[in-house]
């Protein structure tokens, strides 16, 4: 069987189809990688963290090409604490503008899932003591649709 269509992905079909997520940033320093997936990870909010590389990066900054080494880093998530870590994201990251980049879950084995959901509901967050971060001045942009309509 080939990838599923966006059709058949769920894109749209509600709730269920962006219930959980793998947010991706990427960092300069392998170290900071590290730290982000720790903490974001004791602060339940991300289940796990994964981080990646180095890897060559090229992109345009302040009207220049850029080329630098960078960490991918990888959070398994829900929907429902993607604000949240997004905002520990603004305000942990070295970066001024921080990829952070969503992007929908539209399958896995259930154990895993229902264990990721586990890990980052509000009552396990609530118990591990570790401070919540704080909401980012502003508020975070947030896109709630994958595609919007």
């Known amino acids: 069987m080939g990838v599923p269509s966006v059709i058949m992905a769920g894109y749209g079909a509600g709730p269920q189809a962006s219930e959980y997520l793998q947010v991706q940033t990427t960092t ?7 730290e982000l ?20 990066s090229t992109y345009w900054w302040n009207d220049e090409v ?16 993607y604000e949240q870590l997004a905002a ?39 118990d591990n003591g570790v401070p919540a971060p704080r909401a980012a001045e502003g508020g975070v942009p947030v896109a709630t649709e994958p ?3």
Not at 37 to 56: D, H, I, K, W
């Open 28 to 34: 300069d320093s392998r170290a900071e990688a590290m």
């Open 88 to 126: 520990f994201l603004l305000e942990r990251h070295s970066y001024d503008e921080p990829e952070i980049i969503a992007v929908p879950i539209v399958g896995g084995s259930a154990a895993y899932l229902s264990w990721l959901r586990d890990e980052t509901s509000e009552s396990n967050a609530a």
């Open 66 to 81: 850029e080329r630098s080494e960078e960490w991918f880093v990888f959070f398994k998530t829900t929907a429902g604490r």
């Open 147 to 149: 595609y919007p309509d």
């Open 37 to 56: 997936v720790r903490t974001a990870v004791e602060a339940r909010l991300a289940a796990c963290g994964q981080v990646a590389g180095p890897v060559a």
